[in-house]
């Protein structure tokens, strides 16, 4: 059975940093694209990186560019995203998702990607 686990989410202070894993199983990491998305108390669900199954292509939204880092470890399974110079509106859930095929082609359309984790709590407070 295919299945995405999040973890490493926590309280951190404004300017802090986190590295979430996103852990695979059921399937071969390095045949498809996996996508972080987001989302905060009141909004929609957001796309915030994706990379392609190789690695060779990563998407980032222009809100967090330049601040995260999105990387794989296809031997071990795992997807993480490196959050650095945090602020408080990236206060979220977040979720890793497993994308149709091997490309990133969007981080904008939800529908894009077909398997989601159960997402970990992202905190920025003083």
């Known amino acids: 059975q295919v299945q995405l686990v999040e973890s490493g989410g926590g309280l951190v202070q404004p300017g802090g940093s986190l590295r979430l894993s996103c852990t695979a199983s059921?399937?071969?990491?390095?045949?498809?694209?996996i996508g972080w998305f987001r989302q905060a108390p009141g909004k929609e669900r957001e796309g915030v990186s994706c990379i392609s199954s190789s690695g060779g292509t990563t998407l980032y939204s222009d809100s967090v560019k330049g601040r995260f880092t999105i990387s794989k470890d296809n031997a071990k399974n795992t997807v993480y995203l490196q959050m650095n110079s945090l602020k408080p509106e990236d206060t979220a859930v977040y979720y890793c998702?497993?994308?149709?095929?091997?490309?990133?082609?969007?981080?904008?359309?939800?529908?894009?990607?077909?398997?989601w984790g159960q997402g970990t709590q992202v905190t920025v407070s003083s």
């Open positions: 998702a497993r994308g149709a095929r091997a490309m990133c082609w969007s981080i904008t359309n939800t529908a894009a990607y077909s398997y």
């Open positions: 059921g399937f071969t990491l390095g045949s498809y694209a």
